[in-house]
Structure formats: C-alpha cells, structure tokens
C-alpha cells in the first residue's frame, strides 16, 4: 500500500509562485496516476491536475489551465505541483493522490491512496 506525502504549502502573497510536491513510499508512484487536489474551507474537494504513469497525458481543471503544471520523477517517487499567479481564491489545503487505474479521471472517488494535505494560504 503506498503512502504519500505532501510538502511546500505556506503563507504567500497574491501574485507569487508555489511549488508543493509529494513523495511517495511503500510501492512505485510510476503504476499509479498521480492527481493534486484541493479543498477550500466550507467547500469539497475538487479536482486540480492529473499525469499519467510517465507523464505522457496530463489534464488541468479549468480554472487552473495556464498557472498550474504537474510533473513527476518517477524515480524519486515524487509528484510536484508548480502553481504560478497565486490567487486568493486558491487559498486551500492541496492533496496528492493516486489511482491504479488507467485514465486521468477527476473524480474523488477514483483515487485510492491519499496524502494527509499540505495548506495554502494565499494573502490578498
């Protein structure tokens, strides 16, 4: 059973860059696809970016399209999320994820294995 772990949230004014990245262990990420998250107080959790096993095939929310990039080091086991332009409104705790399954699917549901969040605050 593999476990994730998430790092690099923070404080951060309206504008800047963040780079979270999450590593996993217990198994190799390279069988899973690999998705962020995210969960504003008071709303749900909702879909951020999704890679496939190597890389080959990514999908964006739409909200995010064009400040947002995944990537993934298949031989560090890790995911990083690079979100650029921050904006309040993307003031959230951000999870990693994986599925086992093999398409980039925005469903909560689907993912199998969760990290425990790391928290954004974005200051305005």
């Known amino acids: 059973q593999v476990q994730l772990v998430e790092s690099g949230g923070g404080l951060v004014a309206a504008g800047a860059s963040l780079r979270l990245s999450c590593v996993g262990s217990?198994?190799?990420?390279?069988?899973?696809?690999m998705a962020w998250f995210r969960q504003a107080p008071g709303k749900e959790r909702e879909f951020v970016a999704a890679?496939?096993?190597?890389?080959?095939?990514?999908k964006y929310a739409d909200f995010v399209k064009g400040r947002v990039a995944i990537s993934r080091d298949n031989a560090k086991n890790t995911v990083d999320l690079q979100i650029d332009s921050l904006k309040s409104e993307d003031t959230a705790v951000y999870y990693c994820?994986?599925?086992?399954?093999?398409?980039?699917?925005?469903?909560?549901?689907?993912?199998?294995?969760w990290g425990q969040g790391t928290q954004v605050v974005v200051s305005s």
């Open positions: 217990g198994g190799p990420l390279k069988t899973y696809i």
């Open positions: 890679a496939s096993q190597y890389a080959v095939t990514k």
């Open positions: 994820a994986a599925d086992d399954g093999y398409a980039l699917r925005t469903d909560v549901r689907s993912y199998e294995y």
